[in-house]
């Protein structure tokens, strides 16, 4: 499986993860979200952008389901879904993931051709490794929490 780096800029970013919390920057200078991670916010760029929890809710706000998967690794589970999430917090803020059945569950777990865009989602968490633990998004809403 192909792994995400850590680095100096999205390491707070992976420690959230493995405490089952999704985390985000914010500017100082304008409050505005940031991701993914970076040195200096894009708005304010004076000071290295702060940290801060976010609720784990948000929308599919665009999907694919590549034909055939883009990278050989991802063979054995296709077809699977890359979702782009847009946050609670911030309808311009966006993050990739998979759409999932439940916790735990594999990325093409789900029929995807049942994926609808704007549907409610909330954030999951799988732990690949003692480094890596990955945000993933099922179904949420009144009907599914």
Request: contains cysteine; charged residues 25%; aromatic residues 8%.
């Amino acid at each position: 499986m192909l792994l995400p780096a850590i680095t100096d800029e999205n390491l707070a970013f992976w420690e959230g993860t493995r405490k089952g919390v999704l985390r985000v920057q914010r500017c100082q200078d304008t409050q505005r979200l940031i991701f993914p991670p970076r040195a200096r916010s894009p708005w304010g760029a004076r000071r290295v952008p702060e940290w801060t929890d976010v609720s784990g809710r948000g929308k599919i706000w665009s999907f694919v389901v590549p034909h055939p998967p883009l990278l050989p690794e991802f063979d054995k589970y296709a077809p699977y879904n890359v979702v782009l999430i847009e946050l609670e917090e911030d309808s311009k803020l966006r993050l990739v993931g998979n759409l999932v059945t439940s916790a735990g569950a594999k990325i093409n777990s789900g029929d995807p051709g049942s994926i609808q865009i704007g549907a409610e989602v909330r954030v999951v968490f799988e732990r690949i490794n003692e480094d890596i633990t990955l945000p993933r998004w099922v179904l949420s809403g009144p009907e599914f929490d």
